[in-house]
């Protein structure tokens, strides 16, 4: 017998180095299963509990990989079921493959089972790239721009092939009229910038006494760099939230995030500003930057196309990021006055002392803050992180002092929840030599999270450190928007909507013969990370924290903690106390000799 296209499909991928696909089975990929059979499942199938998962798993791997992500889907249903994940990646310009399956050619058009305009629904999600398969000789050239492409563009891209074209025979593409043969592998290209834009950058760059740096993923082999940029400045630099791992929190220069969950240092910094640097980043709230006309900006981007957005850059230098930075450097002159700098440093420092300080508040009973900061000084150095969307991402943004080689990553820009543990997972596939930790909601472990641990139950004796640990805020509560109706809509909790069913997730780690750690106490929390990062297989912790502490953005103006006061004296008025420490911050933000705290 000879190859099948699904035969060749698989072989492809493997000349790609594609070494696992994410994905469920169905009838409508049938063709495809038996032939990874055939190849002795090479790429490895990795088996997700739900095509949602699939996909998430797929960015995870792409995100901490830098390598192309894959998954695969039946027809109809399992097709629909990817594209959460895949908006996911879109969003966030992580390059990830999607295979689908159709129904056979004969029924298309004819409203038969399963049968969904898969082109029209892909359409948008992978805009850069989706194609159906109708015939054998499309491959390999298909599976070769979709992977291209989705490396090139940092975007999703989908193939679709109809059940019954995986079976054909394969005929390869002639040396013929409208035959479109094709080759493997793809150099990437160094952008350089334009000589005279970098002149024109340094020039403003140094004609500014009070430079601010926003650095993000595009950044992030750039720590050297970005280090001597700011020191030569006498700089700080703000990280956008999916640009967290990009510079070592440790950094004394170092602000940590911006924006709606980001850091009173990052936040003067922006007002305080009179020249803004900001590199691979396309961070959207434009009203935590500068000023319209209180600094100077410049913008180095590798895309063209995204390039200029957000605010009223004077300059928009395109180039990779690093080759444009090292361009730059010879020519910034070294700042002598360094109070500037000062300020900055000290403002990080008091930063870290109200984050201790927060974090070892007691609670009611267990303090979230306390589950991060004791993570926090516990993190191996070759940590991934992944945190979910809710309060966890408030925590992990503004609590966790990343540092060295570890990564962090999250649904940074559709802030969907449930990608926290898959995310864990696909890190694991990328790096199975390091610890991988997933920060996650009791909502979002509800929602996806507790089926995928049976996805870890079934796969970790594979990886080389066996380290997989779930955290899980256990406050039967969807907490972040609890308080957002709170904070912005000024009304009290509505139970009927935000209060969850209590599960022992622990209990349900133990019962698929992971490790489940029960934790309700503040002083317990440290010894349970210990144990955790210690365990000679995956682990849960179940933390019972307090949905009384409010995530209350430190930048929130006086008249946000007042509305948000006024719904919890209005509607649970138990509550009042929880904001003391959010109102404490607020004063010392504005006056931080105070030591009154009436």
């Given at each position: 017998m000879g190859q099948t296209v699904a035969d060749v499909l698989l072989?492809?991928?493997?000349?790609?180095?594609?070494?696992?696909?994410?994905?469920?089975?169905?009838?409508?990929?049938?063709?495809?299963?038996?032939?990874?059979?055939?190849?002795?499942?090479?790429?490895?199938?990795?088996?997700?509990?739900?095509?949602?998962?699939?996909?998430?798993?797929?960015?995870?791997?792409?995100?901490?990989?830098?390598?192309?992500?894959?998954?695969?889907a039946t027809s109809g249903p399992g097709a629909i079921h990817l594209l959460n994940g895949l908006y996911d990646a879109k969003l966030d310009h992580v390059p990830v493959v999607a295979i689908v399956g159709q129904t056979e050619r004969s029924a298309m058009g004819g409203s038969y089972q399963q049968e969904v305009d898969l082109l029209s629904l892909f359409k948008d999600v992978c805009s850069d790239y989706v194609q159906m398969c109708t015939v054998s000789q499309q491959l390999p050239n298909l599976i070769d721009r979709a992977i291209r492409i989705a490396l090139a563009e940092r975007a999703p891209t989908c193939l679709i092939f109809p059940s019954d074209v995986l079976e054909l025979a394969y005929e390869p593409p002639a040396h013929a009229f409208k035959q479109v043969p094709s080759s493997l592998g793809v150099e990437p290209p160094t952008v350089a910038p334009d000589p005279a834009a970098v002149k024109a950058a340094a020039e403003i760059l140094n004609a500014g006494s009070k430079v601010a740096l926003l650095v993000g993923q595009g950044a992030r082999v750039c720590v050297e760099e970005l280090t001597e940029v700011c020191d030569l400045l006498g700089a700080g630099a703000a990280k956008a939230l999916l640009g967290k791992d990009v510079l070592p929190d440790d950094l004394p220069f170092v602000t940590g995030s911006i924006g709606l969950l980001g850091t009173i240092p990052s936040y003067r910094l922006m007002t305080g500003c009179d020249t803004l640097l900001t590199v691979g980043s396309n961070f959207p709230y434009t009203q935590f930057l500068p000023e319209f006309g209180q600094a100077r900006a410049i913008q180095i981007d590798r895309s063209g196309k995204l390039i200029g957005m957000r605010y009223p850059y004077e300059l928009n230098l395109v180039g990779d990021a690093r080759t444009t930075l090292r361009a730059l450097i010879p020519l910034l002159s070294r700042k002598?006055?360094?109070?500037?700098?000062?300020?900055?440093?000290?403002?990080?420092?008091?930063?870290?002392?109200?984050?201790?300080?927060?974090?070892?508040?007691?609670?009611?009973?267990?303090?979230?803050?306390?589950?991060?900061?004791?993570?926090?000084?516990?993190?191996?150095?070759?940590?991934?992180?992944?945190?979910?969307?809710?309060?966890?991402?408030?925590?992990?943004?503004?609590?966790?002092?990343?540092?060295?080689?570890?990564?962090?990553?999250?649904?940074?820009?559709?802030?969907?929840?449930?990608?926290?543990?898959?995310?864990?997972?696909?890190?694991?596939?990328?790096?199975?030599?390091?610890?991988?930790?997933a920060l996650v909601g009791d909502g979002a472990m509800q929602m996806n999270g507790m089926a995928e641990l049976i996805t870890i139950a079934r796969y970790w004796r594979q990886w080389s450190d066996p380290r997989l640990v779930v955290a899980v805020l256990h406050n039967n509560d969807l907490n972040q928007v609890t308080w957002e109706m709170r904070a912005m809509e000024g009304a009290p909790k509505f139970v009927e909507s935000q209060t969850l069913p209590d599960v022992d997730y622990a209990a349900f780690a133990r019962s698929v013969g992971l490790v489940g750690v029960n934790v309700d106490d503040d002083d317990l929390v440290g010894g349970a990370w210990d144990e955790a990062l210690a365990a000679d297989r995956p682990a849960v912790l179940d933390v019972r924290c307090d949905p009384n502490v409010a995530p209350i953005p430190p930048h929130a103006t006086f008249e946000q903690v007042k509305a948000l006061a006024s719904a919890i004296v209005h509607g649970d008025e138990d509550r009042w106390g929880v904001v003391k420490e959010g109102v404490k911050q607020k004063v010392q933000q504005y006056l931080p000799g105070s030591k009154d705290e009436s």
């Open positions: 072989a492809r991928l493997r000349e790609w180095d594609v070494r696992q696909v994410f994905g469920y089975p169905g009838d409508g990929i049938n063709g495809l299963l038996a032939a990874w059979g055939r190849a002795d499942n090479a790429p490895q199938f990795v088996q997700a509990r739900h095509e949602e998962m699939a996909a998430f798993e797929a960015t995870g791997y792409a995100k901490f990989s830098g390598r192309v992500g894959v998954c695969v002598d006055d360094r109070s500037w700098r000062e300020s900055i440093e000290s403002d990080v420092a008091r930063w870290w002392e109200t984050v201790e300080r927060r974090a070892l508040t007691g609670a009611d009973p267990v303090n979230p803050l306390r589950i991060f900061h004791e993570l926090s000084e516990r993190l191996p150095d070759d940590a991934i992180l992944a945190a979910d969307s809710g309060s966890a991402a408030n925590w992990y943004a503004q609590q966790l002092r990343l540092r060295g080689r570890m990564r962090g990553s999250l649904s940074g820009t559709l802030a969907t929840m449930g990608p926290g543990v898959p995310y864990a997972i696909g890190a694991k596939w990328a790096h199975p030599e390091r610890p991988a930790i």
